[in-house]
């Protein structure tokens, strides 16, 4: 007789099975630093050379821009193995609790936009002509991580509703795009702010500490709310 | 292990079933039968909980979550990851169940489906599988996932002639060891020479 | 003939008629902007009512979210559309005052930015609903989509407020201000609560038209079947 695993191991097993799903088909995890890759490209042309004095700012703002839409792409793509065959109907009528489905993707997001964000984040380094440091500055590594989470907290649940969406490529963007300024917002200004100062003044803590408000407003809304958009119709 | 009581649901204002009864116990196999969009799918999402807003009561019978002694096959789907060979997607499912079975009990179970060989077990995507072999893989699934009670719709969806004769035994051992199970299939050589019990849906006189 | 949100609506229409006549021939010019500045008695009443649509919004999302099976989305469309109603109503009579007294048709001031994302939000809601087939999960998918919307109002404000005053100081002429004097103030308050109730009253209207249009196609349907 076997038992059913813990919340716990449900969200490992199908965590461990979505990676496995992006090595099986590696475009999943190549596609969104490609498109980041064209996104800092199109910036190039479409930005003239900067003073010295704001290039840092400029590196902070298309990175993050970059890190956006490379995330689209990635969280669009979320609960793609899924939709297909009916394997989310075979999930719900397996004995796992929906929380832990919702967690494991969240992980997996993060996981997988952690890698992209930081090919992203490299490259841009590389083309606007930067210092390597900053890769390993804690404060700029800790600032897109920050966002990172505000991003994929309100992706994976705009991906959840948007699932038995007609033209779920299209809406879903246009959801995502408003939803995450907050977030943006807060991340761009706070590192600009350290780029600037390299100082914790109260301007750095208090868009850190929005950030921060944001990421928790938005991680447990998809955990509370997520699990509800995942049950099926007729 | 399964009562339905008074079960009544209408889909878009059109009614599909009213008042419908009947009990799955230890043992008991029961056909649901009846005509293209009678419902029967719609009855077996009920049962499973895919779907609700039916009047009446579905009531299981047996320890804790029931999904983990049902096990359900979809009429026209798998429920499996195209990208992945037929072993990961086993493994997956099997684990969600809390059953981490050895390698050589999965490739036992591939090869009594005629889903032999290294290559077909582990190496291809079973987005090259033919439809058959899908259904295979999905039948295998359910045979290792050892479920008590199964929910079938239209398990021989795909098969050949071998494959639903396997099957039929399958189904007959499984009922022979104290497994219960409902299926929806409109092939009546399947129920030959197997006691069970028919639901008709659709309505009279129609 | 009159049932009572419809005769609420008439009797707020007309009670903001007579507003409209008294910010237009009434209350004094303004020293700094002239007689531009009345606009403001439509501007202003039309932001508080955008921002009392995502209230509703939220309150019946919630209420949708406790029984998705048995819910209809009636109410929150109705919301969403009147609220985009008033936030592209906001955002034209913004963008007109803006033009003489910033010298610009737009500028990105934290209430109009703020304005200007809530109406893509109820625009997206709207298309959301449109792209989902009839059934639970649509009340489920667009009632989490109508929290978040009502969630986000308030963050985003409050993001953008900031933003903007560590960006712009204080350049630009800050609309209302505690200069106004007391006629002028009384005025929009009274426009400000007029407003409220026209927007409630054609939430309810609405709603009502919601419904009836979905008894109407459900009783065709069955007379086909």
């Given at each position: 007789?076997?038992?059913?695993?813990?919340?716990?191991?449900?969200?490992?097993?199908?965590?461990?099975?979505?990676?496995?799903?992006?090595?099986?088909?590696?475009?999943?995890?190549?596609?969104?630093?490609?498109?980041?890759?064209?996104?800092?490209?199109?910036?190039?042309?479409?930005?003239?050379?900067?003073?010295?004095?704001?290039?840092?700012?400029?590196?902070?703002?298309?990175?993050?821009?970059?890190?956006?839409?490379a995330m689209q792409i990635a969280l669009s793509r979320t609960f793609e193995a899924e939709r297909q065959d009916k394997v989310f109907e075979h999930l719900r009528l397996s004995p796992v609790d929906s929380t832990a489905f919702i967690l494991a993707k969240l992980l997996h997001v993060l996981l997988v936009g952690s890698g992209v964000s930081f090919f992203t984040l490299l490259l841009s380094l590389i083309l606007q002509g930067q210092d390597f440091s900053l890769v390993t500055d804690p404060v700029v590594l800790g600032g897109c991580l920050l966002t990172l989470l505000g991003l994929t907290g309100i992706g994976v649940l705009l991906a959840a509703i948007t699932l038995r969406a007609d033209g779920q490529q299209i809406i879903f963007p246009l959801l995502y795009f408003p939803l995450s300024i907050p977030v943006l917002l807060c991340a761009s200004e706070a590192l600009i702010q350290w780029l600037d100062t390299h100082k914790w003044d109260d301007t750095m803590r208090g868009w850190a500490t929005m950030l921060i408000a944001f990421d928790a407003i938005y991680l447990t809304m998809t955990l509370l709310l997520g699990s509800e958009s995942v049950d099926t119709d007729p | 292990m399964l009562k339905v009581q008074g079960l009544t649901f209408a889909f878009k204002n059109r009614p599909l079933f009213e008042n419908l009864s009947f009990e799955v116990g230890d043992r008991s196999l029961i056909r649901i039968a009846g005509a293209n969009g009678s419902g029967k799918s719609t009855l077996v999402s009920l049962i499973t909980g895919l779907i609700s807003g039916a009047q009446g009561e579905i009531i299981f019978d047996g320890p804790n979550d029931y999904r983990s002694w049902t096990s359900w096959i979809a009429a026209d789907a798998n429920g499996l990851i195209p990208s992945l060979s037929a072993t990961a997607n086993l493994e997956f499912w099997l684990r969600l169940r809390g059953r981490n079975l050895p390698n050589e009990v999965l490739e036992s179970a591939l090869s009594d489906w005629g889903l032999s060989g290294v290559w077909v077990q582990e190496n291809l995507p079973i987005s090259r599988f033919s439809t058959g072999m899908r259904r295979r893989l999905a039948l295998a699934r359910l045979d290792l996932e050892a479920s008590r009670l199964w929910i079938l719709d239209e398990p021989l969806f795909g098969l050949d002639d071998a494959a639903c004769q396997k099957f039929r035994n399958n189904l007959e051992r499984h009922i022979a060891t104290g497994g219960a199970a409902i299926v929806v299939t409109h092939d009546e050589r399947l129920m030959i020479g197997l006691d069970h019990e028919t639901i008709k849906l659709g309505r009279q006189g129609n | 003939m009159f049932d009572k949100p419809r005769l609420s609506l008439v009797a707020t229409i007309i009670a903001m008629i007579v507003q409209w006549l008294l910010a237009w021939f009434w209350v004094p010019v303004d020293d700094a902007q002239g007689d531009v500045y009345r606009i403001i008695y439509l501007h202003v009443p039309a932001a508080f009512a955008a921002?009392?649509?995502?209230?509703?919004?939220?309150?019946?999302?919630?209420?949708?979210?406790?029984?998705?099976?048995s819910s209809k989305l009636d109410l929150s469309k109705a919301a969403t559309e009147v609220g985009l109603v008033f936030t592209i109503l906001t955002l034209a009579t913004g963008s007109i005052w803006g033009k003489p007294t910033w010298g610009t048709w737009w500028t990105w001031d934290a209430r109009l930015t703020t304005t200007f994302l809530l109406a893509l939000m109820y625009g997206g809601w709207l298309l959301l609903h449109n792209a989902i087939p009839e059934g639970p999960s649509r009340v489920r998918s667009c009632s989490i989509l109508g929290l978040m919307i009502a969630v986000d109002v308030p963050i985003i404000y409050k993001s953008v407020t900031w933003w903007r005053t560590l960006h712009q100081p204080q350049t630009i002429l800050r609309s209302g201000g505690s200069t106004m004097d007391g006629d002028m103030l009384a005025l929009l308050l009274s426009g400000i609560a007029i407003m409220v109730i026209v927007c409630l009253s054609m939430i309810f209207v609405r709603r009502q038209n919601i419904r009836l249009q979905e008894s109407l196609e459900e009783k065709s349907l069955r007379g086909v079947v």
């Open positions: 007789m076997s038992h059913d695993p813990s919340s716990l191991q449900s969200t490992l097993i199908i965590l461990r099975h979505s990676l496995r799903i992006d090595i099986a088909a590696k475009e999943r995890l190549i596609t969104p630093v490609f498109f980041a890759a064209i996104i800092l490209l199109l910036f190039s042309f479409a930005i003239p050379e900067q003073p010295p004095e704001i290039r840092s700012r400029m590196m902070v703002a298309e990175s993050l821009l970059a890190i956006f839409f | - | 921002f009392t649509s995502a209230f509703v919004l939220a309150v019946a999302s919630i209420l949708a979210l406790r029984s998705p099976n």
